[in-house]
């Protein structure tokens, strides 16, 4: 039997149950046959869910990067370890292998350390797809600096908010990136965000659009002729097990984005584990995660999952409706990709298309397909498993978070039967609980309520960045020795699961976690507005979209409303990016509270969704007769 690659039901079955009669052992194992250590560890586990506090592999010493590269040499070392698809069809991809991979990452890391970064100090990365985004995660990690990666979407301010909240020296970014016909200046949004980041020192800029840019004098450096002169080889920081990996933002109930720190060999041993056995990836596959490496999706599952297992990494820097919406199946039969992995709003996109965009494409070489990022819905299942799968690749539904690091619940390929919208069983070494509304674990199948997990897993978030006491707070106070996803799900007769949707104010819009908390900030620097309230609603693309609900100062109330939206979705491109533009926005004379001054966004939920058959008692309100305004005047 092999704990790391489970090739039947039976057999994770078994697995499993030793997974959680003897955690440690069993996480030993693993760690001890797969991975390379300078020192191995003096404890596995210790934990205390209550401070918290958690760490795996204490006093084991090692580098991700020698377990992501230098270790594949002696076997893979021709092998291509990225292969790097442009934008652009007719631009040729390029394969970069094990070598190559090492000399870049090490040149990068000789870069890093020139220009003065040392272990433990923050970078932040600001890049596209291309392959220097990848090699600047890995360089990071060679010197032992911790990555802090901002989704190249984000808005200036958000980057700003970001690297002073990590206190970053030095920022990564490139002359600008490719998006469908379209071209991104990043190099004028990071010289916006520095405007308010004094710390930072030095900024390198890869070159990707070759447009003619500002850089500024003693701050700025184009990072090839560094790359060029560097040496190609940096001796592997050694690192403690628990030493910070990387910062990786999320949003959450306030408007300041939560910092989740990952830490070394936790992350590693665990991202490598469930890449290996969700993907059931073997040697001679190619892997593609459509992801951005911005979020964790793209750390775990494009690079340091993939590398650690030897694997061939596909990083797509386009868009799956450029040049048309056979992008992604025209790169399935180019490169002969054997596992994909998407969204389910990509997912439900491509499904609105003509199928011939995809019936024309030989998609023979598939085995595998994954979803994650949010529930997906039946009819996607479908047309995902009948047109893409042609009902012969098993689907993957991944439920995970930032804050786990790596896959919780999800099939394992060919071993678990798959039932359309459920994640079904829970990873080995992963004990989720149901709570109800009392906080009592509900036991039994056929059952529903909030999602926690028991037991801790190699690769959980150990902290929020500087703010250890929201991170306790927000994920392990509301059920006591428990960490609270934040999730609904239900079991079913079999004990699989499915998961809700949220049950906290984020809102998942295109498989992106928005909370509502930082729009409704943006929203309100309006100088017209007074009050805000932001809630999802379904859709048929997005799965959600954003409904605001908006009161107006007076001063506002005479202003051509039109006008006004345009400059409230502006404001929120500004402070977020447009990724959490609203899709409707209402003018209304007050919002639904209680006594208490707590908004009600049930009602305002049931009302964006149609749904006000049932809106419950309204008379506890501080202001019931609102409603009926609202409701009448609904979009
Ligand atoms: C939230 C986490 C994990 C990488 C991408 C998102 C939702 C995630 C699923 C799924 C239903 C899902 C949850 C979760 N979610 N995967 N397979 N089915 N919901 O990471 O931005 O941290 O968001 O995404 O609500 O809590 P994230």
Redesign the pocket.
């Known amino acids: 039997m092999s704990n790391y690659h489970i090739k039947h039901l039976e057999e994770y079955f078994q697995v499993y149950r030793k997974s959680v009669r003897n955690p440690e052992g069993f996480w030993e194992e693993i760690a001890e046959e797969h991975f390379v250590w300078r020192k191995k560890w003096n404890t596995v586990l210790d934990w205390d869910f209550s401070k918290p506090e958690i760490k795996w592999y204490d006093g084991a010493k090692l580098n991700i990067t020698e377990n992501c590269i230098d270790r594949h040499l002696h076997i893979r070392s021709d092998k291509t370890a990225i292969l790097f698809e442009p934008n652009n069809p007719n631009e040729e991809a390029r394969h970069i292998t094990y070598k190559q991979l090492k000399e870049k990452v090490c040149k990068m890391a000789n870069v890093l350390s020139e220009k003065g970064i040392k272990k433990g100090d923050r970078v932040v990365i600001y890049l596209p797809m291309i392959p220097e985004l990848a090699i600047s995660l890995l360089a990071c990690a060679r010197i032992g600096a911790v990555h802090s990666v901002v989704f190249a979407g984000f808005s200036s301010t958000a980057l700003s908010t970001r690297i002073n909240d990590c206190g970053a020296k030095m920022v990564l970014t490139s002359d600008g990136s490719y998006r469908g016909s379209k071209t991104i200046d990043l190099k004028g949004i990071v010289d916006d965000a520095l405007e308010d980041c004094p710390d930072v020192k030095s900024v390198l800029v890869a070159k990707r659009i070759n447009s003619n840019i500002v850089m500024k004098k003693g701050r700025d450096e184009w990072l090839a002729p560094l790359m060029e002169k560097a040496y190609g080889d940096y001796p592997p920081e050694v690192m403690d097990a628990e030493d910070p990996l990387f910062i990786l933002y ?1 949003s959450g109930s306030t408007g300041r984005p939560k910092g989740m720190m990952h830490t070394t060999a936790g992350y590693m041993v665990y991202s490598a584990y469930t890449f290996k056995n969700v993907f059931q990836y073997r040697e001679e596959d190619v892997y593609w995660c459509t ?1 951005d490496i911005g ?3 793209g750390h775990s599952y494009i690079v340091y999952g993939p590398l650690a297992n030897g694997a061939t990494t596909v990083m797509f820097e386009g868009v799956p409706s450029y040049p048309d919406f056979g992008r992604f199946w025209d790169v399935v039969q180019k490169h002969k990709v054997s596992q994909f992995y998407t969204a389910p709003t990509a997912i439900r996109a491509l499904a609105k298309e003509n199928l011939d965009f995809v019936t024309k494409y030989d998609l023979s070489s598939l085995k595998v397909l994954g ?6 819905n039946e009819e996607a299942w479908h047309w995902y498993n009948d047109h893409v799968g042609e009902k012969k690749c098993p689907i993957v ?8 690091g790596g896959i919780l619940i999800s099939p394992i390929p060919f071993a678990t039967p798959t039932k359309p919208t459920y ?1 079904t069983l829970p990873m080995p070494g992963i004990q989720p609980a149901l709570m109800d509304e009392n906080g009592e674990e509900i036991q039994g199948n056929q059952v529903d309520g909030r999602l926690c997990v028991k037991f801790p897993w190699p690769s959980i978030a150990r902290t929020i960045w500087g703010d250890h006491k929201r991170y306790k707070d927000t994920y392990f106070s509301a059920y006591e020795g428990k960490y609270f ?3 609904g799900a239900l079991r079913d007769e079999v004990g699989y699961y499915r ?1 809700t ?2 049950v906290d104010d ?1 809102i ?1 819009v295109s ?3 928005l909370g509502t908390a930082p729009i409704e900030d943006a929203i309100n620097e309006h100088p017209a507005v007074a009050e805000s309230a932001i809630v999802g609603f379904p859709h048929d693309i997005k799965g959600n979209a954003l409904y605001g609900y908006v009161i107006l100062k007076e001063t506002g109330e005479s202003r051509n409303r039109d006008n006004l939206k345009k400059e409230i979705n502006q404001m929120i491109t500004e402070h977020i990016g447009p990724i959490a533009k609203l899709n409707k926005i209402q003018f209304v004379p007050g919002l639904p509270k209680t006594r208490s001054g707590k908004i009600m966004r049930r009602i305002l939920r049931k009302i964006a969704s149609k749904d006000t058959s049932n809106l419950g008692d309204t008379s506890t309100l501080l202001n019931p007769e609102v409603v009926d305004t609202i409701m009448k005047e609904s979009l």
């Open positions: 999320t992801a979020w964790i999706t979803t994650v990022g949010e529930p997906i539904d991944t439920w995970w978070q930032t804050e786990t994640a996803t934040g999730d998961i949707g949220r984020v998942i498989g992106h976690n």
